[in-house]
């Protein structure tokens, strides 16, 4: 990892990441959560735990976590998270739609995704924020020790926002770890007698039931784990643009 200048010029400075670097950081990070709260049975993060919970120590500083915030109000319509990096604690909020949402379907795919990527902007980011004492101050007010999340960033749309990529790239690792989550797609799809994901992705109906059954075992919602499979190189280049895009996330309803 490397700090370098953030040529966006929306940060004084941006992280630089190795290839698979961010994949070691999320598996410690699960391992050393599976230590310090107990292994269980599910292969699912739990979130809520895990922001509250496992990073205040392994970060050293106090995180507080309101997954009711109104971020419609306070940060704009389509913010769906937001992190905020004060000196003396970090602030991570997940707006009440997509908390009311989880609850009301009991679906809680995006609610785990939006709270992974901002625990990963925690995990990730905060060295951004932390002022050297030797120097005078990166930034100018506590409005720009934050991160915002659009809901389009979570899902994978970018136009140059490289700190929600990382924070993406983490999420899904923390979320979906590869090997327990390749290991779960060759034992579902050859439970249907598939012994390839060519023949997999020809099959919509099947292709289907197998995404359900990953979203279900890991929580995530149906269209994470279409990504997930489609950065894994699990899906043909030929399919990928169509497969992603095909039964997208439903957009959180205001109200």
Same mark, same amino acid.
């Given at each position: ?20 670097? $961010? ?27 895990? @922001? ?17 915030? #109104? ?23 997940? #707006? ?28 990730? %980011?905060?060295? @951004? ?24 960033? @979570? ?38 007698? $598939? ?9 919509? %109906?099947?292709? #289907? ?17 279409? $990504? ?6 699990? @899906? ?17 309803? #205001?109200?």
């Amino acid at each position: 990892m490397k700090l370098i200048k953030d040529k966006t010029g929306c940060y004084p400075r941006r992280l630089w990441f190795e290839e698979g670097e $961010i994949e070691g950081i999320a598996e410690k990070h699960r391992q050393d959560l599976g230590r310090s709260i107990g292994e269980t049975d599910s292969l699912a993060l739990p979130v809520d735990r895990f @922001i509250e919970i496992y990073l205040p120590k392994a970060l050293g500083s106090e995180i507080v976590l309101d997954p009711y915030a #109104d971020l419609r109000s306070t940060e704009g319509p389509n913010v769906l998270g937001a992190t905020y990096f004060h000196d003396d604690h970090l602030e991570v909020k997940i #707006d009440q739609r997509v908390t009311k949402e989880a609850e009301r379907t009991g679906q809680w795919g995006r609610y785990n995704a939006t709270g992974a990527h901002e625990g990963g902007h925690c995990i990730l %980011h905060l060295v @951004i924020f932390q002022d050297d004492p030797n120097q005078e101050s990166l930034f100018k007010s506590e409005r720009t020790r934050k991160i915002s999340c659009l809901q389009r960033t @979570i899902e994978g749309e970018y136009t140059g926002e490289w700190w929600e990529y990382q924070a993406n790239q983490i999420m899904a690792n923390l979320l979906m770890p590869r090997e327990l989550f390749l290991q779960h797609l060759v034992r579902e799809r050859n439970a249907y007698g $598939i012994r390839d994901n060519v023949g997999l992705v020809r099959n919509r %109906h099947l292709l #289907d039931a197998v995404v359900g059954h990953l979203a279900r075992t890991f929580e995530a919602s149906r269209q994470a784990v279409r $990504i997930r499979l489609k950065e894994l190189n699990q @899906i043909p280049n030929w399919q990928q643009e169509r497969f992603c895009n095909d039964a997208g996330f439903v957009r959180i309803r #205001d109200g």
